[in-house]
């Protein structure tokens, strides 16, 4: 008997969320829109199918060949750095979504990006000056161009 391992069980979730979705989308958005075209839950249908038949290859995939992906990523510096940069940005995302509740979307924006510069050792200034101007520019870019309401 094989072992369990990881990517079998991340497959097997991965594929019950994708054919809870499935069910989801197909018993409850409409098939066909008004004018023929295609309704509200082809693309909602075809990333679940897609997300299944990927699900389903990783489990088969760690059934006939376990692999131990992440064994000795820590004793490398190199990697570990890499590691503790995605952690980093992971974090860094996960404040700006609990800031951007508190604070206006400018200064949640600004502090996003900041700390993307930081993580990634950009210069101070060349910081500042790259997340107040990208900030700006999506903020136009959405509340001016788009008509989505951001909160100031």
């Given at each position: 008997?094989?072992?369990?391992?990881?990517d079998t069980i991340l497959g097997a979730v991965f594929a019950?969320?994708?054919?809870?979705?499935?069910?989801?989308?197909?018993t409850t958005l409409p098939s066909k829109a008004p004018m023929?075209?295609?309704?509200?839950?082809?693309?909602?249908?075809?990333?679940?199918?897609?997300?299944?038949?990927?699900?389903v290859a990783v489990i088969v995939r760690s059934v006939r060949?376990?692999?131990?992906?992440?064994?000795?990523?820590?004793?490398?510096?190199?990697?570990?750095?890499?590691?503790?940069?995605?952690?980093?940005?992971?974090?860094?995302?996960?404040?700006?979504?609990?800031?951007?509740?508190?604070?206006?979307?400018?200064?949640?924006?600004?502090?996003?990006?900041?700390?993307?510069?930081?993580?990634?050792?950009?210069?101070?200034?060349?910081?500042?000056?790259?997340?107040?101007?990208?900030?700006?520019?999506?903020?136009?870019?959405?509340?001016?161009?788009?008509?989505?309401?951001?909160?100031?």
């Amino acid at each position: 008997m094989k072992k369990i391992t990881g990517d079998t069980i991340l497959g097997a979730v991965f594929a019950a969320a994708a054919a809870i979705m499935l069910w989801l989308t197909n018993t409850t958005l409409p098939s066909k829109a008004p004018m023929g075209d295609p309704g509200a839950r082809i693309f909602p249908t075809g990333v679940s199918i897609a997300i299944l038949i990927l699900a389903v290859a990783v489990i088969v995939r760690s059934v006939r060949k376990p692999i131990r992906g992440f064994e000795g990523v820590l004793q490398d510096p190199e990697k570990k750095q890499s590691a503790t940069r995605a952690l980093l940005v992971f974090l860094d995302l996960a404040l700006f979504l609990l800031l951007w509740n508190y604070i206006p979307f400018l200064a949640a924006g600004f502090i996003f990006l900041f700390l993307q510069c930081m993580i990634f050792r950009e210069k101070l200034l060349f910081s500042v000056i790259y997340s107040a101007s990208v900030t700006v520019a999506l903020y136009v870019m959405f509340s001016v161009f788009l008509k989505v309401r951001l909160n100031l």
